[in-house]
């Protein structure tokens, strides 16, 4: 069992900047953040590679959002700016054994990620 502890939501406002930290109980394979709204799917935003040297990112993420890891502090962070209203939402960490179709974006990714956070609540206002 893995679990894992996300920290760092709050509020801000419309083109205002975040970092969400996920920390591991232990050495945990690929990671990834996703978000959700009430009344729609989990999607993903971004995914990483177990050394952290291949990122993947969503259309909404590209460019303003960047994902990271230190595997010495067991740490994943979410780095995101020039947020935007529609950016509300609950992120979650997630962790996988890299199994297939962890990179790639779709209604079916989070069923390829086996342990969750608790989420953490961002909101941005416009």
């Known amino acids: 069992q893995v679990q894992l502890v996300e920290s760092g939501g709050g509020s801000v406002q419309a083109g205002g900047s975040l970092r969400l930290s996920c920390t591991a109980s232990?050495?945990?394979?690929?990671m990834a953040w996703f978000r959700q709204v009430p009344g729609k799917e989990r999607e993903g935003v971004a995914v990483?590679?177990?050394?952290?040297?291949?990122?993947y990112y969503a259309d909404s993420a590209k460019g303003r959002f960047t994902i990271s890891r230190d595997n010495t502090k067991r740490t994943l962070y979410l780095e995101m700016n020039s947020l935007k209203p529609e950016d509300t939402a609950m992120y979650y960490c997630?962790?996988?054994?890299?199994?297939?179709?962890?990179?790639?974006?779709?209604?079916?990714?989070?069923?390829?990620?086996?342990?969750w956070g608790q989420g953490a609540q961002v909101t941005v206002s416009s």
């Open positions: 997630a962790a996988s054994a890299c199994g297939g179709g962890w990179y790639l974006f779709s209604p079916s990714q989070a069923a390829v990620f086996t342990y």
């Open positions: 232990r050495y945990t394979g690929c």
């Open positions: 990483i590679s177990t050394v952290g040297d291949v990122t």
